[in-house]
């Protein structure tokens, strides 16, 4: 039986529901409207419409692993941090909202620094992952110039990928190193440096 884009939306309400996820409506709004590529308005302006059985298909595999607990930002590479569009991979950890703390932080004291002159911060996100907060900085600090790092190479070629992304890529650079070595004297010396590393144990992340 043929499915239009409001019965599998209904569906993946209701399984949402079910699993405890608290933004059960949006999470399968914004989940099927990439599967569609569409806007989440275009979504619910075409909430008549019938769908390929392909598209049915797909959206039950992934209705089904959302239900089993794969965060929506892994499942639609996609998520938005400060504002911010980021691409989001399994190599690096879904941005979270309080780290959000960290960049205003960064910012007040971005501020102190500079003494309020328009003055060119050197700032240094060490454990960059997406690159989250230092491409933060680097949007609501204009003056400032950003290195990346991390020791993961996949989050440091998608920390790049995020800056072009949101067009920060000339006062971002992105460097592969490890925090517990000597650092390379290319990266020279910084005004603030800003770091949230991983901190959660790897067999405590399936239960999160």
């Known amino acids: 039986m043929a499915k239009t884009y409001n019965d599998i939306y209904m569906e993946a309400k209701g399984r949402f529901k079910a699993a405890g ?45 959302r239900s089993d607990g794969e ?39 971005g501020g102190l620094r500079s003494g309020g002159e328009k003055k060119a911060l050197r700032i240094l996100d060490l454990c960059c992952g997406s690159g989250c907060i230092g491409l933060a900085l680097a949007k609501n600090i204009p003056e400032a110039r950003l290195t ?18 949101n067009k920060l890529a000339s006062r971002v650079s992105c460097l592969c190193c490890d925090v517990f070595d000597t650092p390379p ?10 770091s949230n590393p991983p901190y959660i144990k790897t067999d405590e992340l399936e239960s999160l």
């Open 21 to 65: 996820i608290g933004e059960y409506s949006l999470e399968a709004r914004l989940l099927l409207a990439h599967l569609a590529d569409k806007t989440p308005a275009e979504f619910l302006r075409d909430l008549r419409l019938y769908v390929s059985e392909e598209y049915a298909e797909k959206s039950g595999e992934m209705i089904k692993r």
């Open 71 to 109: 965060p929506i930002a892994y499942l639609t590479g996609y998520w938005v941090f400060y504002g911010l569009p980021l691409k989001i991979t399994n190599d690096v950890l879904i941005p979270r909202t309080d780290t959000e703390i960290v960049v205003d932080t960064a910012i007040r004291l």
């Open 148 to 165: 990346l790092t991390d020791n993961s190479k996949p989050a440091v070629k998608l920390s790049g990928s995020n800056a072009v992304l």
């Open 185 to 194: 004297a290319i990266l020279g010396t910084f005004d603030l440096i800003v």
